[in-house]
């Protein structure tokens, strides 16, 4: 079933962003009364605006068994599973984010919504996430490594001294210092596809992308794909690495204090 125009235009007129949270009227939200409006409404939304709409979403029996998993994917739940289920958290969005999910969470398992025609397959949103496995945050196995240069050495590069650099570097712990240094993922993938790349610097080199080059939106799939590598022997062990004694990687493992039911990863 699709929307006519009134019921879009209704939506459109009452939920617009520019409708400050405090002025969202809930009776009007009750006018509302398919799966495929509150679809809608759900899919048009801007977060930054607040999610006090997509909780009365998620509190509706109108609410699709679709829209509700699709919701619970956006709300990015990953990113609270450090928190105990019954916490309050100091941030006002982050609380009510965490608020909708717990509803989600408690709904959506006792069959609260209902199927309809509308589909969702989360795979593509939780197949995105970056899982950061233990042994990648341990010292690697081989010869002592060391920093000789500096930082001065490397400030005054241009992009073709990196290329040079990198392409002619002659040892292992050669590669190693320029690897140490590096912010761009350009650079990162010179370092990966040396010869004399060993695990040690692709891991080093992993948490210089982790940790510097977080904004690009390629940096997951690039972190991926070195864990992959490893996992699959692409790199020798010649020198070691420790990223818990290195002052640039800025990392704490989450302690998990729920994990993400089985039944949300399944498509609808």
């Known amino acids: 079933m699709s929307l006519t125009s009134e019921q879009q235009n209704f939506i459109n007129t009452n939920f617009h962003e520019n409708i400050p949270k405090r002025e969202l009227n809930e009776s009007k939200f009750k006018e509302l009364k398919t799966s495929e409006e509150l679809h ?4 048009q939304h801007n977060w930054d605006h607040g999610v006090k709409v997509l909780q009365w979403i998620a509190e509706s029996p109108v609410c699709s068994e679709a829209t509700a998993l699709e919701l619970f994917w956006l709300a990015q739940p990953q990113d609270f599973e450090e928190y105990k289920l019954d916490s309050t958290l100091k941030n006002a969005f982050q609380n009510e984010v ?6 989600l969470l408690v709904n959506y398992p006792k069959g609260f919504y209902p199927k309809t025609t509308i589909v969702f397959d989360p795979k593509p949103l939780y197949e ?22 500096e930082e001065d050495d490397i400030d005054y590069w241009f992009e073709e001294d990196w290329k040079k650099n990198i392409n002619r570097a002659e040892t292992s712990i050669e590669l190693f210092n320029i690897a140490y240094f590096i912010n761009e993922p350009e650079h990162a993938d010179l370092i990966l596809q040396h010869p004399l790349c060993d695990k040690g610097i692709a891991v080093l080199t992993f948490w210089r ?10 940096t997951n799939d690039k972190l991926k794909e070195i864990i992959n590598n490893i996992l699959n022997n692409r790199y020798p062990e010649i020198l070691s690495y420790n990223p818990q004694s290195d002052e640039k990687v800025d990392y704490k493992k989450k302690k998990i204090a729920w994990e993400i039911p089985e039944i949300f990863r399944k498509p609808v």
């Open 128 to 149: 995105s996430q970056l899982i950061i496995p233990d042994w990648i945050f341990q010292k690697t196995k081989g010869e002592e490594s060391y920093v000789y240069y």
């Open 209 to 218: 992308l982790y940790t510097e080059c977080s904004l690009y939106t390629d």
């Open 98 to 103: 965490f608020t909708l999910l717990k509803t």
């Open 40 to 43: 809608y409404l759900a899919t």
